[in-house]
């Protein structure tokens, strides 16, 4: 640090502090303790070779950008049997001169902000009542509950454990990528179906954002060995605006039902391990294709209705189904063969309406082509078939 940034009255042949406040002794005055980390000190030597300490003082504290209390260095000593941690002895009958840093707002020709440097001497007793609020705000923490789908657990390239903590978008409508934000794993811990994260409340985190690079068709691109190529944005954000961004009300979703007949579902277990319902539906009749098409829903968004013959499929507004339509042949012995189609997104509008229309006495013919498996399928709700892939995920 420059002498000249610590006392506008200081020539470089002069020294920040003055000799006789160097060393503490019980024999000159009775001296005021406190117990630091060593992130608060910045060493720094003056021109005249002597040693001093900068301890920096939170903003919020001091009413400014930033504080510094500057100090001899025979004032700050490592303390026994605790790693990281310095103390710092200050003469109780005497004043020590802190400068407050402040921006002006204006700028430098070369871009770096104009700082407005304020000396205030204090008495050591009110510089060691400042310094001992600034610790206790400093290791104030708050807790996150979230949900384990936003908990990331990873090892670092180096072999540290960490997790990374996803921040979901304020909007349903907004699909840029979520922002992301890296924590150690020792401050995440379970607690029953949810995940706790503690942070510290005067704390700032790096926060990122991935893009992922496409071509001008729309394919992702790809670096010389394969992997896809993301464009990171990164900003810093004090943790209590990501604790606002990850406590805020839940949004609340608007939900779609389907009524449909329940011996038109199949459940199945999806190539993920997950439990999923087939629904079949009639489509209007082409040549050369069956009039059935399926779609699949998770497994929990289906509930049995009270008749036991009916279910109702719970689906999110902006829900676009995944439907898989089948070509028809017969072989040489006049069997019919059908062939999957590639799966295409209908509108879940068009796809509750053709659901529904089964259970209507407007629909068309109710189906001889599935009335024989009808009297044989069970409910989705009572049982799980073994492994299928029918596409229609």
Known sequence: MD???????????????????????AEKSEFLQIELHDTW???????????????????EEVGGDWAQITVPAGLVHEKDHAPHTRV????????TTYTLNRKTGELRPNGNPVVDYQETPLPNTEIMDLLAASKEAVSREFTLSLSPNLVEPFTSRSGHELARISIPNASEQDKTPWRKFIVPQNVVKPVGDRMEVTMKERGISSVKRSFLQRDSEGNPLLNDQGQKI??????TMPNTR???LLTRPPRKKEHETILCSKNLLDPFVGKDGKEYVSM??????????????????PRNMVRENRSGKSCTITVPKDWVPQVTKYRTSRDAE???LFEKEPNIKMPLSEVKGLAEAWMTKSSPDRGP???????????????TTPHRDDGAR
């Open 334 to 336: 006049g069997k019919t």
């Open 41 to 59: 000190f910045e060493p720094f030597t003056s021109k005249s070779g002597k040693e001093y300490f900068d301890i920096n003082i939170p903003p």
């Open 369 to 383: 082509a599935v009335a024989e498996k009808s009297a044989k399928q069970t409910s989705p709700v009572t049982k």
């Open 230 to 235: 993301y464009q990171v944005q990164e900003e």
């Open 3 to 25: 002498d000249n940034n610590i006392n506008s009255n200081i020539t470089p042949e002069m020294d920040p502090v003055p000799p006789e406040t160097e060393t503490p002794s």
């Open 88 to 95: 710092l002895s200050l003469p109780a009958d005497r004043e």
């Open 242 to 244: 990501i604790k606002s």
């Open 280 to 297: 079949r539906f009639r489509i209007p009749e082409e040549p050369g294709k069956s009039p059935w098409a399926r779609t699949a829903f």
